[in-house]
């Protein structure tokens, strides 16, 4: 899988997991300098705190378009701090 964001592959990874709609990359498949942390946090009842990140390519700029669970609750370990997208985003198959 790859994630696309203006037309650079800002990740890829052929072991992702799909949950819920989404694919979750591996953190170490992320191209670390597209991406900033941020101080935003919101609250999934079944999974946990998210956090999220900044995409930023080419000097533009994708405010909280990416997500982790950096401490997911039970039963969603696989996807801890695995990365998913939205925003315009765009994954698909390699």
């Given at each position: 899988?790859?994630a696309?964001?203006?037309?650079k592959?800002?990740a890829?990874?052929?072991n992702?997991?799909?949950?819920?709609?989404?694919q979750?990359?591996?953190?170490?498949?992320?191209?670390?300098?597209?991406f900033s942390?941020?101080?935003?946090?919101?609250?999934?009842?079944?999974?946990?705190?998210?956090?999220?990140y900044?995409?930023?390519v080419?000097?533009?700029e994708?405010?909280?378009?990416?997500?982790?669970?950096?401490?997911?609750?039970?039963?969603?370990?696989?996807?801890?701090?695995?990365?998913?997208?939205?925003?315009?985003?765009?994954?698909?198959?390699d």
């Open positions: 899988m790859k696309i964001w203006n037309n592959i800002i890829q990874s052929d992702t997991v799909a949950l819920e709609g989404n979750y990359f591996p953190p170490e498949s992320i191209v670390k300098e597209y942390t941020t101080d935003s946090h919101t609250t999934c009842p079944l999974k946990g705190v998210a956090s999220y900044d995409i930023n080419d000097g533009n994708n405010m909280a378009a990416a997500w982790y669970y950096p401490n997911p609750k039970s039963g969603y370990q696989q996807i801890g701090n695995y990365v998913a997208f939205w925003k315009g985003v765009k994954v698909e198959k």
